[in-house]
């Protein structure tokens, strides 16, 4: 079987993070109304200086200087409290047979704090990426080009689990194939978008054999499964 390198997206992807993230904007500015869920829509996957900017725009009054700070720590309190795993997602990273790692726009402490509360760092280790540190923010390539490499895989070798449309469109702007993890959708697979993370092996399977299927041979990789 060809060894494909599985890179995951974190927030809504791997950690129930979406709506804690949105809530912290309710909590702080007195002005924005939107229900949670429509915020969580408006903004999902996308760099937190865009998000504020917008809200600037729509509040029509500017943020305090130090709103990121007072915004990271309310971050921090709601994950400390009620942050849990995406359903399923302890176990399918067991089952996983494929090498992974994660690629996120967030800052290293706060995906370094999710994963902790949530206990799935041993999961990853070192294997872990982010836009802070790269410089580059989803729809951009970057993120996961540097993630590849660093990883020792080539753009074609890789398939990336994704929450959010910016995340999808920076994985086809890198060359790789994507999956589409929608927890609100139909029940079951259709094509390439998935909504419970017990099916993702499987389809990490087929999409393996076929690319075995197509090469005739195993896919090199400097890289062992974890």
Not at 198 to 205: G, T
Request: charged residues 20%; glycine residues 8%; hydrophobic residues 40%.
């Amino acid at each position: 079987m060809p060894t494909l390198l599985v890179i995951f997206d974190l927030d809504g992807t791997l950690v129930d993070s979406e709506t804690l993230c949105n809530q912290a904007f309710l909590d702080l500015i007195p002005a924005l109304t939107d229900p949670v869920d429509v915020l969580v829509n408006r903004y999902r996957g996308k760099k937190l200086a865009n998000i504020l900017r917008d809200i600037e725009s729509r509040i029509d009054a500017p943020l305090a200087e130090n709103f990121e700070q007072l915004y990271r720590h309310r971050v921090a309190e709601q994950f400390r409290t009620d942050l849990k795993p995406i359903h399923g997602v302890p176990e399918m990273l067991g089952a996983l047979r494929h090498p992974f790692c994660i690629a996120s726009s967030g800052p290293p402490a706060k995906i370094a704090h999710a994963l902790a509360v949530t206990n799935l760092a041993p999961h990853f280790g070192k294997r872990i990426f982010s836009s802070y540190e790269v410089g580059s923010w989803k729809p951009e390539p970057g993120l996961f080009l540097h993630a590849a490499a660093a990883m020792g895989f080539a753009p074609e070798h890789c398939v990336v689990v994704e929450d959010s449309p910016v995340g999808l469109e920076a994985a086809a702007a890198a060359g790789m194939r994507a999956l589409h993890y929608t927890p609100q959708g139909t029940s079951g697979v259709t094509g390439n978008t998935f909504s419970s993370m017990s099916a993702l092996p499987a389809l990490l399977r087929g999409m393996a054999a076929s690319a075995q299927a197509i090469t005739g041979r195993d896919t090199p990789s400097t890289t062992r499964s974890p």
